[in-house]
């Protein structure tokens, strides 16, 4: 019994691991498309690259710290905190870049890393939409129930 439920555990760290590492790898991804614009092009310049780079930095460290599993007590919570609120606000200045980038019909942005961006933007917004509206329907049961 004990055995079958180590390799279930097994099984699960594995696809976990190599879900970690496909995400590391399109952070990279979308990191080198961010840096590319920095080189190569001028109708990209904006301080919302700079932010996003950045971002996509401090995501790649933290999932690096998360796939070696590295125990930071404390500070490893403060860094999740921070991971959040960052992360909300990268998704209001991923969609406002991207949508500057398609205004001012910047040509040399276009790619499959920009549409890519785009899309994992919907998706963290919409998850982000789900925890929500789950959250609070969760909290009034709860408040309800007293």
Do not use: P
């Not at 001028?42 to 930095?57: E, P, Q, V």
């Not at 998360?66 to 960052?86: A, F, T």
């Amino acid at each position: 019994m004990a055995e079958e439920k180590l390799k279930e555990l097994g099984k699960f760290m594995s696809v976990a691991f190599m879900i970690s590492v496909a995400v590391i790898l399109v952070n990279v991804y979308l990191l080198h498309y961010v840096t590319k614009l920095e080189s190569s092009c001028d109708c990209s310049k904006d301080w919302k690259r700079t932010f996003i780079k950045y971002f996509l930095y401090f995501t790649i460290a933290m999932l690096l710290i998360n796939l070696v599993g590295l125990s930071l007590g404390l500070v490893k919570k403060y860094l999740l905190i921070i991971q959040s609120i960052i992360g909300i606000i990268s998704i209001v200045v991923i969609f406002l870049y991207i949508r500057q980038l398609k205004a001012t019909k910047c040509l040399c942005s276009e790619n499959n890393a920009r549409l890519l961006m785009e899309i994992i933007n919907y998706v963290k917004l919409g998850w982000l939409l789900f925890v929500t509206i789950f959250g609070a329907g969760l909290a009034v049961a709860v408040l309800s129930t007293k």
